[in-house]
C-alpha cells in the first residue's frame, strides 16, 4: 500500500471524528487521519514513524501488545478498548477495530474516543460501590480502604489520602494514607489539604495549573511533574474533611474532568463516612463507660461469653476479678466530684497495664471495676496478676496537685472451680470482694 494511496483518501477520511490509523509490522504508525488529532492531541506528522505503544497508557501495554500479536496472526478484533495518553497528559478510552492486511504487512485500525462513556459507566459503578462499602464497613479503616478502591476505579490514585477535620478542636488529621509509589515527590497533605478545606474548594495541582495556585503550593510543587487533586468533602453540617489523589505524569494528568468526577462523589463519600462515624460514635456509647473508656456491662457480657466457650473448647480455665476501691467516697468528699472522676480515669489506666492485651478491663459502675483474665494459667498466675493490681493502685494518685492513695478489696472467681457460666462466676468474685473488705480491705480475696 503506497503513501499517495493515503493521501487520495485523507480528503475523505479526514472529515470522519474517528481516526484511521496505519501502522506496520514494526508497530510504527505509517498514516494518521486527521481524527487522531482530535484523539489523541498529536498531529498526524508527530506521530508518523513513532512506536505505537509509546503512547498506550503503562497499564495497558501488555495486553495491547498481546492483542497486536493476535490481530497480525489473522484475528480481527472489531470491539478492543485500551487508555492512550494524550499529549497534553489527559488519559482518553479508545476502542479499536483493527485488522492485519498480509498483502502490505501493515495492521489498519478505526480508533473511536469512549471516554465519556467510560467515564459515565465509572461514576455510575464508583456511586454503587461506596453506597455498598459504606453498608458493609465494619469500621471507618475499612470504609476508607473501600472509599480508595472505588477512586481507583474513576482515575489512577497511586497516591490517595483522606484528612478528617474537626471544627470544635480545630485540629486536622489524616486517619488514611495510601501511596503505591513511595520514591515519588510527595505533595506535603497538610498545607494541600488546609488550603482545600480552609477555602472549600476543590485544588486541581499540575505543570499546567501550577501558576493559578497559591504562592505556598508552588514552592512546594517545585518542578515536578507529578498531579495533585483535592476536593472538600462537605455534609450538611459543613466540611469535614478533604480527599486528595496524587499521580505520576508517566500516567496522565489529572484534568478538570477528574475534578469534576470527583466532586460528584465526594458529596456521597462524605455522608458515608459522615454516618460510619455516627455509628461508631452511638456503639461507643452502647458498650463503652463514656469517664474512662472501659467496657460497660454490656460488653464485658459479650467478652465473657466468647471466653467461656473457648474455655469450655479448649479445657481451659479463666479468672475474674471484682474490684472496688475502699473509701472512695472520701475522696469525692474531700476533694469533690472532678477529682473522684480522674482517680477513676487513673484508676482504669493502671489496671490495664497490670494485665495482657487479650484480657477484659471493665468498669461496672461507680468505683467497681471488673477484669477478666483469659487462659489465666494455674490459680496461682491470676492470684498474681490481682496482687500485681493492688501494688499498683497502692501507689499515690495525683489529682491536679492532690496527692491521693486508696487501698482496692479484690475478689477472685475461677472457671471452672467456682462458676460454670457467668453468672455464678461474678456472684462467687463479688461475693470475695466483699469478704476481702470486711477483713480490713487493701487485699485478694478467693
Given at each position: 500500500m503506497e503513501t499517495n494511496t493515503y493521501a487520495s483518501l485523507s480528503n475523505y477520511m479526514d472529515l470522519l471524528l474517528d481516526a484511521i490509523c496505519v501502522v506496520d509490522r514494526d508497530g510504527r504508525f505509517?498514516?494518521?487521519?486527521?481524527?487522531?488529532?482530535?484523539?489523541?492531541?498529536?498531529t498526524p506528522d508527530e506521530?508518523?514513524?513513532?512506536?505505537?505503544?509509546?503512547?498506550?497508557?503503562?497499564?495497558?501495554?501488555?495486553?495491547?501488545?498481546?492483542?497486536?500479536?493476535?490481530?497480525?496472526?489473522?484475528?480481527?478484533?472489531?470491539?478492543?478498548?485500551?487508555?492512550?495518553?494524550?499529549?497534553?497528559?489527559?488519559?482518553?478510552?479508545?476502542m479499536w477495530s483493527a485488522r492485519w492486511s498480509e498483502a502490505d504487512q501493515v495492521r489498519v485500525a478505526v480508533a473511536r474516543d469512549i471516554s465519556k462513556r467510560k467515564r459515565a459507566?465509572?461514576?455510575?459503578?464508583?456511586?454503587?460501590?461506596?453506597?455498598?462499602?459504606?453498608?458493609?464497613?465494619?469500621?471507618?479503616?475499612?470504609?476508607?480502604?473501600?472509599?480508595?478502591?472505588?477512586?481507583?476505579?474513576?482515575?489512577?490514585?497511586?497516591?490517595?489520602?483522606?484528612?478528617?477535620?474537626?471544627?470544635?478542636?480545630?485540629e486536622l488529621s489524616f486517619p488514611y494514607s495510601a501511596d503505591q509509589q513511595p520514591s515519588r515527590q510527595k505533595l506535603a497533605p497538610s498545607i494541600f489539604c488546609a488550603e482545600i478545606i480552609g477555602t472549600g474548594q476543590a485544588l486541581l495541582l499540575t505543570p499546567a495549573t501550577r501558576s493559578t495556585v497559591p504562592a505556598e503550593l508552588q514552592e512546594l510543587?517545585?518542578?515536578?511533574?507529578?498531579?495533585?487533586?483535592?476536593?472538600?468533602?462537605?455534609?450538611?453540617?459543613?466540611?469535614?474533611?478533604?480527599?486528595?489523589?496524587?499521580?505520576?505524569?508517566?500516567?496522565g494528568h489529572y484534568t478538570e474532568q477528574d475534578l469534576e468526577l470527583l466532586q460528584f462523589v465526594?458529596?456521597?463519600?462524605?455522608?458515608?463516612?459522615?454516618?460510619?462515624?455516627?455509628?461508631?460514635r452511638l456503639q461507643q456509647m452502647a458498650l463503652f463507660d463514656q469517664l474512662t473508656g472501659l467496657p460497660n456491662r454490656e460488653l464485658f457480657h459479650d467478652r465473657i461469653q466468647l471466653a467461656l466457650a473457648r474455655a469450655r473448647r479448649e479445657q481451659s480455665q479463666l479468672a475474674l476479678l471484682y474490684l472496688d476501691?475502699?473509701?472512695?467516697?472520701?475522696?469525692?468528699?474531700?476533694?469533690?466530684?472532678?477529682?473522684?472522676?480522674l482517680l477513676l480515669e487513673k484508676v482504669a489506666r493502671r489496671i490495664e497495664h497490670c494485665v495482657r492485651a487479650s484480657d477484659t478491663v471493665a468498669r461496672f459502675g461507680g468505683d467497681e471495676f471488673v477484669v477478666l483474665l483469659e487462659n489465666s494459667g494455674s490459680e496461682q498466675d491470676a492470684t498474681r496478676t490481682a496482687e500485681k493490681i493492688r501494688h499498683a493502685l497502692n501507689q499515690p494518685f495525683d489529682l491536679e496537685g492532690q496527692s491521693v492513695t486508696v487501698l482496692p478489696s479484690i475478689g477472685m472467681a475461677i472457671y471452672p472451680r467456682h462458676g460454670e457460666d457467668e453468672k455464678q462466676l461474678l456472684r462467687h468474685a463479688d461475693a470475695a470482694m466483699y469478704s476481702a473488705k470486711k477483713a480490713g480491705g487493701n487485699r485478694v480475696q478467693l
Open positions: 505509517v498514516f494518521v487521519s486527521a481524527g487522531g488529532e482530535r484523539i489523541f492531541g498529536y506521530m508518523l514513524g513513532r512506536p505505537m505503544i509509546e503512547l498506550v497508557h503503562p497499564d495497558d501495554r501488555a495486553k495491547t501488545l498481546a492483542k497486536a500479536n493476535k490481530i497480525m496472526s489473522g484475528l480481527q478484533e472489531p470491539h478492543f478498548e485500551n487508555r492512550y495518553i494524550r499529549k497534553d497528559g489527559q488519559i482518553v478510552h479508545i459507566e465509572a461514576v455510575q459503578h464508583a456511586q454503587y460501590a461506596i453506597s455498598e462499602t459504606a453498608h458493609n464497613a465494619s469500621d471507618l479503616h475499612t470504609l476508607f480502604e473501600g472509599i480508595h478502591r472505588s477512586i481507583a476505579e474513576l482515575m489512577r490514585a497511586p497516591g490517595f489520602c483522606i484528612a478528617l477535620y474537626d471544627e470544635r478542636s480545630g510543587f517545585g518542578n515536578h511533574s507529578h498531579s495533585s487533586l483535592g476536593v472538600p468533602l462537605k455534609s450538611r453540617n459543613g466540611i469535614i474533611g478533604a480527599l486528595v489523589v496524587q499521580n505520576d505524569a508517566d500516567n465526594s458529596t456521597q463519600i462524605a455522608a458515608a463516612i459522615e454516618r460510619k462515624q455516627l455509628l461508631e476501691l475502699d473509701k472512695f467516697k472520701v475522696v469525692n468528699d474531700s476533694y469533690g466530684h472532678a477529682a473522684g472522676d
